[in-house]
């Protein structure tokens, strides 16, 4: 049972664009969630997360916006640049416990 | 210059044989996780450790082993129980919640390849 869903596979869009990555959880205890970043045959980079607390965090060109009451989140990346292409991966945890990660989104951004 | 290795990047195993990733921390964190990552899949947690001399398994646990005898390593033994060990593998760790979950932080990856 996928506790957290990112329906999209792949993701295209074109250079200086808005990219909208998607993310849905159903367990509601999740309290923290995060967006990971990730190229072929590299270890995932932390991008940027949300507390449960707030409903938007916004770091330079990135901004994670969380929805409890649909639990969903999003992950808004403007202007899109060509280094953007990577595999995107959300994240949820429950307080003091493991991160629990979707299946990813494939990023690509076309110059 | 702070960070997460695993060794080898590459690794070559036959059906039968048991084998070792390597992974060392500088970093000072208590918790260290093992994932697996599989074309198409999310990263599946195979076993984790909040502190030395203790460890946890993950949801997918059977067929693999771990130690965490140093704070910095924390070395995962796939053995010829795993059924489907073809996988690349990560490493990574974090600081206990303080308050809020901290973000882990990840090794390159091992890529396994049984033959």
């Known amino acids: 049972d996928q506790q957290v869903k990112q329906n999209s596979p792949s993701l295209s869009v074109q250079e200086g664009r808005i990219s909208i990555l998607n993310c849905d959880y159903t367990n509601s205890m999740f309290d923290y969630f995060l967006w990971y970043k990730k190229y072929p045959a590299e270890g995932p980079t932390f991008l940027i997360s949300?507390?449960?607390?707030?409903d938007k965090n916004e770091d330079g060109r990135f901004t994670v916006f969380l929805n409890k009451s649909a639990k969903h989140l999003s992950l808004h990346i403007v202007p899109s640049q060509p280094g953007d292409s990577a595999v995107y991966f959300c994240?949820?945890?429950?307080?003091?416990?493991?991160?629990?990660f979707g299946a990813g989104t494939i990023l690509r951004v076309k110059s | 210059d702070g960070g997460i290795t695993q060794s080898p990047k590459y690794l070559f195993r036959k059906e039968g044989q048991n084998v070792t990733l390597s992974c060392e921390q500088n970093l000072n964190h208590d918790a260290m996780y093992w994932y697996r990552q599989d074309p198409g899949q999310g990263l599946r947690l195979i076993y984790y450790s909040q502190i030395v001399n203790d460890f946890q398994k993950g949801d997918i646990a059977e067929g693999y082993s771990v130690s965490r005898e140093k704070k910095e390593s924390f070395p995962l033994t796939v053995t010829s129980a795993q059924k489907n060990p073809t996988a690349f593998y990560l490493c990574?760790?974090?600081?206990?919640?303080?308050?809020?979950?901290?973000?882990?932080?990840f090794g390159p990856g091992t890529r396994l390849t049984v033959l």
């Open positions: 994240a949820a945890s429950e307080y003091g416990n493991k991160l629990v």
């Open positions: 990574a760790s974090s600081n206990p919640p303080d308050p809020a979950p901290r973000e882990q932080f």
């Open positions: 949300i507390s449960s607390i707030k």
